[in-house]
Structures are given as structure tokens and as C-alpha cells.
């Protein structure tokens, strides 16, 4: 029986890992769950798991806590992802919070020694370099969840220890592939959020949408599998089924496939070394035919470019793309600026934002900081 915590239990991931426990209830125990502000679905959820500790970020009066989930320690606050991440009993956390405010937490998990089950992209975008070197001394290496770093990393195990000389990543295209820069230009809320193939939060649908979260992911891989940025390699794969691919010297490329649904690289990553019944059906060869690639337009998308850029510049730059684009994303979705507004605004505050440092927690909240005020500042 695994013990695990789930932060961010309310949102897409969290949900689906919650499923997953449903389906496995012999495997594992759920011992703590956090959420933001979504109150009554993490009462719910409290309800069935009977966890025993539960977090909320936003403070909130005692008395609203349902009489019959009173056997629950309720947390409010930062503390609450704190005790959720390193106090309470559990072999496995879970990172499933969105932005930046996973970094601390999972920075807190591997701490107090935990295996971190890593959804959280920002975490290894803003501290990839705190984050791996924790890990590492606490002999604990981070097991992926984002379904791409999933992919890479069930090839690289099959690879038995041989390096490789390029990673593959895939990505879908998003809703705007086929669309020329004007129609990208004017896209609305409405349109961005029409993923073709996955199910997911807002933020990371919007920034699949501009192909920003591409450029999160190549952050991700660099740090995950310490590869420089020129050997990672952004392939468009509109079909979603090849989840990501490892070129080794010898020129054999291997691949994993296998539907885009979150709960596999989910339950990979919560019963690792071993593979769980997930309920997700292998994907129908026969039925898809053919499944096709492409190079990816840096010039529709250069969220591609701006984060290779990023990468080379080091120091805080990767913190303030994600924090520019976390600000202009959420300014995109109250419709306060274009859909082409977001990619300017992270060029422009990498630009005058340029040379901060990154060598502690603090440097990174502050670049990050200045990175979201910088963007609050610009009228376009
Ligand atoms: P959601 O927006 O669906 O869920 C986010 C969860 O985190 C919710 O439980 C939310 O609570 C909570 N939360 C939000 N903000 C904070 C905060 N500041 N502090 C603490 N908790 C917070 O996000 P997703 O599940 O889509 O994504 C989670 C992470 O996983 C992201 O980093 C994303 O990039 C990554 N990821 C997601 C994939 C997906 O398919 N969804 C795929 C690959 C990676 P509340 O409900 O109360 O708002
Ligand atoms: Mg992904």
C-alpha cells in the first residue's frame, strides 16, 4: 500500500490521479489533499478518500467545514501545502498545482525525502537547477508526469544506459496549426481553449494554444534529462500519439505511443517501476492509419524561440518567461489583450528584464516578481 498527497487535488491532474486511486484501492492511500479555492469539490473529494490531513490556500472560516469531515486536520494557507508536502505520512507526492507556487512545495517534498511524482512544469522551468540538485542529493530523482517527459523517460530506461543523442518532442499543434499569423493574432479565449486532443486546465490549454508550453517542456527536458537545448528537438504531431521519442548513436529511434489520456503517464509515474490498469485503452492502429509529423513554425509560434533563448541567457530568464507568460495568459483569458499580445509581452520583459540571477529560492520568486509587474506595466 502506497501512501500519497496530492496537491492541487481539485484540478485536471489531480482529478485523474484521484481516479486512478478509485480504480486501485488495494494499492493506494490517500493521506493528504489541497486545493486553492475550490472548496466544495475538495470536500467531495474529502468525502470519499478520507485523507487525514486537507488543505485550502484561501483562508476560510471553520465553522464551513461539514460536520461529518470534522475527523479531517483542515489547513488553510501556505502551511497547508507545507504540511501537505512534507509533514503528512506519505511515500508519494504528487505535484499537480499550476504556475510557479509548485516550486516551493516541491522543493519541501524532496526536503522532508519524499518520491515527487511531477506534474508541475514551473517547478523545473523557474528552478530546474535547485530542484535536480535536491534531488540528487537526497537520492530521490524526480518521476514525470507531463506526458512528453513520461515518454522520454520510458525510452530512456529501455535504452539500459545508453546515451542519447537527441530528444524528440512532440507536440500537437495546438487549435491553431493550420491558422496564418493574422487569424493567430485575433484568436479569442473561446478559440485557445478548444484543445484538438487533450483534456487539461485552462492556463496549460492556452499555452498549448500559443505553443508556450512547448517551450516550458523543452525547460522541462533540459533539466529532467540534463540535455543542452540544441539536442532537443520540437516535432508537430497532430494525431497526439506519439507521446515523445529518444534518437540514439546508432540511429534507432525509440518512441512510446499510446492515447493522449493523462492517466498513463499518471499511474506510470504512481507505480513506478510497474504499470498499473489504468482503464485507457491502447490506441487502434488500424483505426488511425496514418500518424504524421511536422516542423514546427517559429514565426507563427515564436514561444519556440523565445524559450531557446531563454535557455542560453541562464541566469532568472526561464523564471521570467514563465512569469510573463503566466501574467499575459491570464490577461489574454479576462480578454484585456490580444491572443498575439502574449508572445510580445514575454519578448519585451526578457528583453528589459535581462541579466536577473537565479541562484536561490528567493532570486527566483523575486525574478518572477518583477517579471509578472514588468508585464502589468505595459499599456500595448
Ligand atoms: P488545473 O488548473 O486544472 O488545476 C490546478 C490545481 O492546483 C487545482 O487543484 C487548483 O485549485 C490548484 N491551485 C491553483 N493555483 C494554486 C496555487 N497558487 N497554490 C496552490 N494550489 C493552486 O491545472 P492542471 O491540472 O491542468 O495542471 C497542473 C500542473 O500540471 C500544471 O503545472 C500543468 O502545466 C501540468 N500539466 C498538466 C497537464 C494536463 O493534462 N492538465 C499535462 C501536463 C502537465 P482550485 O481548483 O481550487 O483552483
Ligand atoms: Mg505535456
Same mark, same amino acid.
Request: aromatic residues 6%; charged residues 25%.
Given at each position: 500500500?502506497?501512501?500519497?498527497?496530492?496537491?492541487?487535488?481539485?484540478?485536471?491532474?489531480?482529478? =485523474?490521479?484521484? &481516479?486512478?486511486?478509485?480504480? $486501485?484501492?488495494?494499492?493506494?492511500r490517500v493521506t493528504a489533499l489541497t486545493a486553492r479555492s475550490s472548496r466544495e469539490k475538495l470536500f467531495e473529494q474529502v468525502r470519499e478518500f478520507r485523507p487525514e490531513m486537507a488543505g485550502l490556500?484561501?483562508?476560510?472560516?471553520?465553522?464551513?467545514?461539514?460536520? &461529518?469531515?470534522?475527523?479531517? $486536520?483542515?489547513?488553510?494557507?501556505?502551511?497547508?501545502?507545507?504540511?501537505?508536502?512534507?509533514?503528512?505520512?506519505?511515500?508519494?507526492?504528487?505535484?499537480?498545482?499550476?504556475?510557479?507556487?509548485?516550486?516551493?512545495?516541491?522543493?519541501?517534498?524532496?526536503?522532508?525525502?519524499? =518520491?515527487?511524482?511531477?506534474?508541475?512544469?514551473?517547478?523545473?522551468?523557474?528552478?530546474?537547477?535547485l530542484v535536480t540538485d535536491l534531488a540528487r542529493k537526497k537520492g530521490r530523482p524526480l518521476l514525470p508526469v507531463d506526458s512528453e517527459h513520461s515518454a522520454i523517460f520510458q525510452c530512456l530506461r529501455?535504452?539500459?544506459? *545508453?546515451?542519447? %543523442?537527441?530528444?524528440?518532442?512532440?507536440?500537437?499543434?495546438? +487549435?491553431?496549426?493550420?491558422? *496564418?499569423?493574422?487569424?493567430?493574432?485575433?484568436?479569442?479565449?473561446?478559440?485557445?481553449?478548444? $484543445?484538438? *486532443?487533450?483534456?487539461?486546465?485552462?492556463?496549460?490549454?492556452?499555452?498549448?494554444?500559443?505553443?508556450?508550453?512547448?517551450?516550458?517542456?523543452?525547460?522541462?527536458?533540459?533539466?529532467? #534529462?540534463?540535455?543542452?537545448?540544441? =539536442?532537443?528537438?520540437?516535432?508537430?504531431?497532430?494525431?497526439?500519439?506519439? $507521446?515523445?521519442?529518444?534518437? #540514439?548513436?546508432?540511429?534507432?529511434?525509440?518512441?512510446?505511443?499510446? =492515447?493522449?489520456?493523462?492517466?498513463?503517464?499518471?499511474?506510470?509515474?504512481?507505480?513506478?517501476?510497474?504499470?498499473? @490498469?489504468?482503464?485507457?485503452? +491502447?490506441?487502434?492502429?488500424?483505426?488511425?492509419?496514418?500518424?504524421?509529423?511536422?516542423?514546427?513554425?517559429?514565426?507563427?509560434?515564436?514561444?519556440?524561440?523565445?524559450?531557446?533563448?531563454?535557455?542560453?541567457?541562464?541566469?532568472?530568464?526561464?523564471?521570467?518567461?514563465?512569469?510573463? *507568460? @503566466?501574467?499575459?495568459?491570464?490577461?489574454?483569458?479576462? %480578454?484585456?489583450?490580444?491572443?498575439?499580445?502574449?508572445?510580445?509581452?514575454? @519578448?519585451?520583459?526578457?528583453?528589459?528584464?535581462?541579466?536577473?540571477?537565479? &541562484?536561490?529560492?528567493e532570486d527566483i520568486l523575486e525574478a518572477d516578481r518583477r517579471a509578472r509587474e514588468t508585464v502589468r506595466s505595459y499599456a500595448e
Amino acid at each position: 500500500m502506497k501512501k500519497i498527497a496530492i496537491l492541487g487535488s481539485t484540478g485536471s491532474i489531480g482529478t =485523474q490521479a484521484l &481516479d486512478l486511486c478509485r480504480r $486501485h484501492p488495494d494499492r493506494y492511500r490517500v493521506t493528504a489533499l489541497t486545493a486553492r479555492s475550490s472548496r466544495e469539490k475538495l470536500f467531495e473529494q474529502v468525502r470519499e478518500f478520507r485523507p487525514e490531513m486537507a488543505g485550502l490556500l484561501e483562508t476560510f472560516d471553520p465553522a464551513d467545514i461539514p460536520e &461529518d469531515l470534522k475527523f479531517c $486536520h483542515w489547513m488553510t494557507g501556505p502551511e497547508a501545502l507545507k504540511a501537505a508536502a512534507a509533514e503528512v505520512d506519505a511515500d508519494q507526492v504528487l505535484v499537480s498545482i499550476v504556475g510557479i507556487a509548485g516550486l516551493r512545495s516541491v522543493m519541501d517534498a524532496l526536503e522532508a525525502g519524499r =518520491q515527487v511524482l511531477l506534474a508541475n512544469k514551473e517547478a523545473l522551468v523557474t528552478g530546474g537547477h535547485l530542484v535536480t540538485d535536491l534531488a540528487r542529493k537526497k537520492g530521490r530523482p524526480l518521476l514525470p508526469v507531463d506526458s512528453e517527459h513520461s515518454a522520454i523517460f520510458q525510452c530512456l530506461r529501455a535504452a539500459d544506459g *545508453n546515451p542519447a %543523442e537527441k530528444i524528440l518532442l512532440t507536440a500537437s499543434g495546438g +487549435p491553431f496549426r493550420t491558422w *496564418n499569423r493574422e487569424q493567430i493574432e485575433k484568436a479569442t479565449p473561446r478559440d485557445a481553449l478548444k $484543445h484538438p *486532443n487533450w483534456n487539461m486546465g485552462a492556463k496549460i490549454t492556452v499555452d498549448s494554444a500559443s505553443m508556450f508550453n512547448k517551450g516550458l517542456e523543452i525547460m522541462e527536458a533540459r533539466w529532467l #534529462f540534463d540535455m543542452p537545448e540544441e =539536442q532537443i528537438q520540437v516535432v508537430v504531431h497532430p494525431e497526439s500519439i506519439v $507521446h515523445s521519442a529518444v534518437v #540514439f548513436r546508432d540511429g534507432a529511434v525509440l518512441a512510446q505511443l499510446g =492515447q493522449p489520456d493523462m492517466r498513463v503517464p499518471i499511474g506510470y509515474a504512481m507505480a513506478f517501476p510497474e504499470r498499473l @490498469e489504468t482503464g485507457v485503452m +491502447p490506441p487502434d492502429l488500424f483505426a488511425l492509419g496514418a500518424l504524421t509529423f511536422e516542423k514546427p513554425d517559429e514565426e507563427k509560434f515564436p514561444a519556440l524561440r523565445l524559450a531557446k533563448e531563454a535557455l542560453r541567457a541562464g541566469g532568472a530568464a526561464c523564471t521570467v518567461f514563465n512569469g510573463a *507568460n @503566466e501574467e499575459a495568459v491570464a490577461a489574454f483569458l479576462r %480578454e484585456e489583450i490580444p491572443f498575439g499580445g502574449i508572445a510580445r509581452r514575454v @519578448e519585451k520583459a526578457l528583453d528589459s528584464l535581462a541579466g536577473l540571477k537565479a &541562484d536561490c529560492l528567493e532570486d527566483i520568486l523575486e525574478a518572477d516578481r518583477r517579471a509578472r509587474e514588468t508585464v502589468r506595466s505595459y499599456a500595448e
